[in-house]
């Protein structure tokens, strides 16, 4: 299937718009603090607080329990999710002899956890949520910072799930309206795309161009209009009557990707079968700023004090 085929939208004809980073400095919601860092202040963390308790009250109605996860993680870890090999420029060294990688995907520890282990059929499908660990690390460039939209540590709600293929393109078409869901109740646009991972591994691409329906296809985004100062944004048509700072970016990247990373783990399954996993995060600054776009900053404090 198609990169960029959409799936499903919402298209909502109002906006607040503006420019979300430069109204959040000036009214002091958040604070620049170091190049892709910022402090971020009590109204800011009160919205995201509300936003965030949605998403895991959601996750909690589908089975997921929620877990808490390290941040440091070992060289092991990495070479077997190949981010080593496949995005090493977004690894930021950590640890006492810097043998360790602040952690760029949060999913990678409960992975590690399972290595080498031969997982019960009857405890399938495993569902975890995990935000409590704190920030999600990745080097980016001075070039691609855009404010909070992208900074280089940020807050997200990580969804994990294992099972057999059935069970996670189900599980993973579950999150995903787990989020649209919300995201309509808040009267925001988005739309659901055909999209590719974190990472360019050759048999997600072939799963991606073989995929002929929506629940084949490896990955999946959930994007939503942001404010963005970014040069390259893209503007669908139906977007042409919103501020000249319309962004539409990804907010969520959801996967089903086979059994390629619990082969890379060794996991496995009691019964012989694949054992497949999928994982689902929402970026929990870019949905701050997509609301607030939408909403404009006087309507959020109502909503918040009300």
């Not at 660990?133 to 939209?149: A, F, K, M, Q």
């Not at 393109?169 to 579950?174: A, D, G, K, M």
Request: glycine share 8%; charged share 25%; net charge negative.
């Amino acid at each position: 299937m198609k990169l960029g085929t959409v799936i499903d939208t919402q298209e909502i004809k109002q906006m607040a718009g503006g420019d979300v980073t430069a109204e959040a400095l000036d009214r002091g919601w958040i604070h620049e603090f170091a190049e892709g860092q910022y402090v971020y202040g009590a109204p800011w963390v009160r919205l995201l607080r509300k936003l965030q308790s949605a998403v895991l009250d959601r996750a909690a109605e589908l089975g997921f329990e929620e877990w808490l996860f390290p941040r440091l993680i070992p060289r092991e870890a990495l070479d077997s999710f190949r981010l080593s090999q496949y995005a090493p420029e977004s690894l930021v060294p950590a640890g006492v002899d810097a043998d360790q990688v602040l952690d760029p995907v949060q999913c990678i520890s409960l992975y590690q956890m399972l290595r080498g282990r031969e997982l019960d059929v009857s405890t399938t499908p495993i569902r975890i949520v995990e935000t409590l660990g704190g920030w999600t690390w990745r080097n980016e460039l001075s070039r691609h910072l855009d404010g909070p939209i992208k900074a280089r540590e940020f807050m997200r709600v990580e969804h994990v799930f294992l099972g057999s293929r059935d069970d996670v393109r189900r599980i993973r078409r579950e999150v995903r309206e787990g989020l649209t869901g919300p995201l309509s109740s808040w009267d925001l646009a988005w739309q659901v795309v055909v999209a590719e991972g974190c990472m360019e591994i050759p048999s997600l691409v072939q799963m991606q161009d073989d995929a002929q329906t929506p629940d084949e296809v490896p990955v999946q985004d959930i994007e939503v209009p942001l404010s963005s100062l970014r040069a390259d944004r893209f503007r669908p048509e139906w977007a042409n009557h919103f501020d000249d700072r319309f962004d539409l970016r990804e907010i969520s990247g959801c996967s089903a990707e086979g059994d390629h990373m619990t082969q890379s783990f060794g996991i496995s399954s009691s019964d012989g079968e694949e054992l497949w996993s999928g994982r689902c995060g929402i970026g929990m600054n870019r949905l701050v700023v997509a609301y607030l776009y939408r909403h404009g900053f006087d309507d959020a404090l109502s909503s918040l004090n009300g």
